[in-house]
């Protein structure tokens, strides 16, 4: 059935999206800013990781939509049906 592909294409999608920012967070995370004066890190790895863990964020959110979008189907179908 497509509705319950396209569930599971959502949650895949969910899936690999939170992982994502997970990554992009940890990466986050352990960035030596020990002396704003200092230039210990490469702010082009910060940057990278911000907007990786921005993409992750919308990725998620887009995939949400498709898993709310296909369960609302789902539940029409089955109304329909019943």
Request: no cysteine; charged share 25%.
């Given at each position: 059935m497509?509705?319950?592909n396209s569930l599971n294409i959502g949650v895949q999608g969910f899936q690999q999206a939170t992982e994502r920012a997970s990554?992009?967070?940890h990466e986050i995370a352990t960035q030596n800013v020990s002396d704003a004066k200092?230039?210990?890190t490469n702010p082009?790895?910060?940057v990278r990781s911000l907007v990786d863990?921005?993409?992750a964020e919308i990725d998620a959110k887009a995939n949400a939509k498709v898993?709310?979008?296909a369960s609302d189907v789902l539940?029409?179908?089955l109304d329909v049906k019943a």
């Amino acid at each position: 059935m497509e509705v319950n592909n396209s569930l599971n294409i959502g949650v895949q999608g969910f899936q690999q999206a939170t992982e994502r920012a997970s990554q992009a967070a940890h990466e986050i995370a352990t960035q030596n800013v020990s002396d704003a004066k200092v230039e210990s890190t490469n702010p082009d790895d910060l940057v990278r990781s911000l907007v990786d863990l921005k993409q992750a964020e919308i990725d998620a959110k887009a995939n949400a939509k498709v898993i709310e979008t296909a369960s609302d189907v789902l539940g029409s179908i089955l109304d329909v049906k019943a």
